[in-house]
């Protein structure tokens, strides 16, 4: 089983940035991929990013060019740097291990204000 813990969220202005972090423990070295999501209220919960194992990553069109995944694998850390926000990107942001199911964090929420 894996635990994630995460980090980073908070309220922004439009046109500012924010960095997100997600720890991982327990069975980590089962992990294939991880990555982020969010769930604005009203609406079903979607993919932002994500990074495999290999280094490659994929993105949401909606935050292409605009936000980043990256990985300290010796740290079993995830990061989503976030620049350039909007409003839309409002949401509760998951983060989210993949091995032989999906583990889920608690949700940070970020809020940003117009």
């Known amino acids: 089983q894996v635990q994630l813990v995460e980090s980073g969220g908070g309220l922004v202005q439009a046109g500012g940035s924010l960095r997100l972090s997600c720890a991982a423990s327990g069975r980590v070295f089962g992990i294939n991929a991880m990555g982020w999501y969010r769930q604005a209220p009203g609406k079903e919960r979607e993919l932002v990013a994500y990074i495999h194992n290999s280094g490659g990553t994929t993105y949401a069109d909606s935050v292409r060019g605009r936000f980043t995944i990256s990985r300290d694998s010796a740290k079993n850390t995830v990061y989503l740097q976030m620049n350039t926000l909007k409003p839309e990107d409002t949401a509760v942001y998951y983060c989210?291990?993949?091995?032989?199911?999906?583990?889920w964090g608690q949700g940070t929420q970020v809020t940003v204000s117009s």
């Open positions: 989210a291990a993949y091995s032989t199911s999906w583990s």
